[in-house]
């Protein structure tokens, strides 16, 4: 999982009461993308599922700012791939 350390904001996330959206427990999963992700992570980790986090200082939801965090995940996972094929 990767998200930008400041991508706190809750407008188009966290669903308030007055909207016709709203039903209970819309957002027990937090108000913000970091919340919301961090909840997502505890969730696999509680399933057993191997999981990774990265949150990227000084950028907000910015797609393209995550890419060398996710390079560097991918990269890893297929070097240990290797390493478990060839032995």
Known sequence: FVVGGDDTDTWEITIPESSPRWVPDANMAGRTRIDRISTLRDSFDAADIET??????????????????????????LARWREERSG
Request: net charge negative; glycine share 8%.
């Open 52 to 77: 990774t986090l990265d949150i990227v200082p000084g950028y907000a939801h910015a797609g393209m700012a995550m890419l060398p965090p996710v390079q560097a995940f991918f990269s890893a996972q």
